[in-house]
């Protein structure tokens, strides 16, 4: 997971890519697929879940509170030999379970489910692609909500 976000940010920073769209492109799919907690995506990664989108956020939110350099640290302690849950309370300053519990309080707010089926995206447009904590997704300037 945490790899597909490091690429994908180093081709924005090289200009290889635009990036003003991905706060939209994240939250349809956070709506569109079937929810599963992150939680359960350890022990699959369904396709209908949406496991990227729901990847980008976790990681998303990892860096905007630690930096980019705690997740390469943790990713160095793991490939070491320490237990992965260990490294991540050293590192990240809190549980696995309580990430979880935080990431879905943050899902929640940033992509809420709707009653009204696929249309969350008509939403998005009608009220003029509100990105996280409210600020226009247009153009995307960073982690989603800082």
């Given at each position: ?10 081709l ?5 890519i635009?990036?003003?769209r991905?706060?939209?492109?994240i939250?349809?799919?956070?709506r569109?697929?079937r929810?599963l ?7 699959a990664f369904p ?8 990847s980008y956020l976790?990681?998303d ?12 640290t ?6 070491a ?5 260990a490294a ?12 979880y ?11 809420p489910?709707s009653?009204h089926?696929?249309s969350a995206w008509?939403?998005?447009?009608l009220?003029?692609?509100r990105?996280?904590?409210g600020?226009?997704s247009q ?8």
């Amino acid at each position: 997971m945490e790899e597909h976000w490091i690429a994908h940010h180093s081709l924005i920073e090289a200009g290889l890519i635009a990036d003003g769209r991905i706060d939209v492109f994240i939250k349809r799919r956070l709506r569109s697929g079937r929810y599963l907690r992150l939680s359960q995506l350890v022990r699959a990664f369904p396709f209908d879940a949406e496991p990227y989108a729901v990847s980008y956020l976790a990681v998303d939110r990892l860096v905007a509170s630690k930096g980019p350099l705690a997740l390469r640290t943790w990713c160095e302690r793991v490939g070491a030999g320490e237990e992965w849950t260990a490294a991540f309370q050293a590192v990240f300053g809190e549980s696995v379970d309580d990430f979880y519990r935080r990431l879905e309080e943050i899902r929640s707010h940033y992509a809420p489910r709707s009653n009204h089926g696929g249309s969350a995206w008509l939403l998005d447009l009608l009220h003029g692609h509100r990105g996280a904590c409210g600020r226009p997704s247009q153009p995307y300037d960073g982690p989603l909500c800082v």
